[in-house]
């Protein structure tokens, strides 16, 4: 997907840069930020007012899944773009206030879709939904076994403490919550 436009640099007059080109776009739990992974990193954008909070990049590839955890400095990635920086079969967890890996889960296909809640990670694979602990360690807790689901299609409610979560049930055209 090249979503990438041309675009001026600010005060720079006709000199021009191009914006990276968006991988992967999505929201924290309140909406109230939103992240997006690029083929060189990523930025995080406060939604109102709107406004970008930060930005890396990286020398050595492109972030092509990125979920955040609220506000906080915690954040999930996997690889993405012409030059990964990370495996597609791995989530690393980011501390942003060291600007490292603080773990990683490795799975053996690729990772379709990760979100965070408070204390849980959610990550979807082709034929499965697999939830673990948020912590320094990851414990995988449940595995659950879906439909083919390509497009890593999962949900989890952010609203109440236990949270509720969605994704598609083992035959075709059946959810589990």
Not at 24 to 39: H, K, S, V
Not at 55 to 76: C, P, Q, T
Not at 98 to 113: G, M, T
Request: charged share 25%.
């Amino acid at each position: 997907m090249n979503v990438g436009r041309p675009v001026p640099r600010a005060g720079s007059g006709a000199q021009e840069s191009y914006a990276p080109e968006l991988l992967y776009a999505t929201f924290n739990q309140d909406y109230g930020c939103f992240a997006i992974g690029t083929q060189t990193g990523f930025r995080i954008f406060n939604s109102d007012p709107y406004k970008e909070k930060m930005r890396r990049e990286f020398k050595d590839g492109g972030i092509g899944m990125v979920a955040m955890l609220y506000r906080s400095n915690y954040l999930a990635f996997v690889g993405g773009g012409r030059n990964p920086r990370f495996p597609p079969n791995k989530v690393m967890l980011w501390d942003d206030a060291s600007s490292k890996i603080i773990a990683e889960l490795e799975f053996r296909s690729d990772v379709l879709n990760v979100q965070l809640q408070r204390d849980r990670i959610v990550v979807v694979l082709r034929n499965k939904c697999i939830v673990c602990s948020l912590e320094a360690k990851p414990r995988h807790l449940h595995a659950f076994e879906t439909a083919d689901n390509d497009r890593g299609a999962m949900t989890i409610s952010g609203g109440s403490e236990s949270g509720i979560l969605v994704f598609p049930g083992r035959q075709k055209g059946h959810i589990q919550i």
